[in-house]
């Protein structure tokens, strides 16, 4: 791990706790064995356990790092295989939706057609932006009312063809 990705809860222990923390996750130590491997009270292994929220949450991290460095890539790849080689159509659809909703291009709500609905209604809501910033100038308080009549019609038309979800 790099310097710069050393921040958290875990890298501001101390060395015996960083210690505990892996020997926890390892799963095959007992509180007494980390405790002798340590030097210290069995007690002190349980204080940090149950008392120590900045020991409980490096643990937490501890486990999240672990699973990104071990097991994502793995994960990924066995996930990939899938789009290649598996029989199904149902499957190889399944496989890679996953891929594109973890590389952030698909949410699980979105379809292709919510999101081109989505994209053509930001831009409709730039121009009408503009159009109304134009008329304000040039109408003056007559061309805001008429602006915002035409506003709301567009509005409603928007959200019909989203669906009704007004995420922006």
């Known amino acids: 791990m790099k310097k710069s990705e050393e921040k958290g809860p875990f890298f501001e222990l101390t060395k015996r706790q960083k210690k505990a923390v892996v020997m926890l996750y ?14 210290c009270s069995e007690s002190l292994i349980y204080k940090w356990k149950r008392e120590n929220k900045l020991f409980q949450q490096a643990r937490r991290q501890y486990e999240t790092m672990i699973i ?49 609905a989505k994209v053509r209604k930001a831009n409709a809501e730039a121009d009408i932006a503009e159009y109304k910033a134009k008329a304000l100038s040039e109408a003056g308080a007559s061309g805001v009312e008429l602006v915002n009549k035409y506003l709301d ?10 669906g009704g979800n007004n995420e922006s």
Do not use: F, W
């Open 26 to 39: 390892e799963g095959t130590y007992t509180n007494k064995e980390i405790a002798e491997v340590l030097h």
């Open 68 to 116: 990104e460095d071990k097991y994502v890539s793995e994960a990924m790849q066995s996930i990939y295989a899938l789009v290649k080689t598996a029989k199904s159509e149902m499957v190889r659809l399944q496989a890679a939706i996953s891929i594109l909703k973890l590389a952030g291009r698909l949410t699980d709500s979105s379809t292709p057609e919510l999101d081109k």
């Open 153 to 162: 019609k567009l509005d409603a038309t928007a959200n019909e063809e989203v």
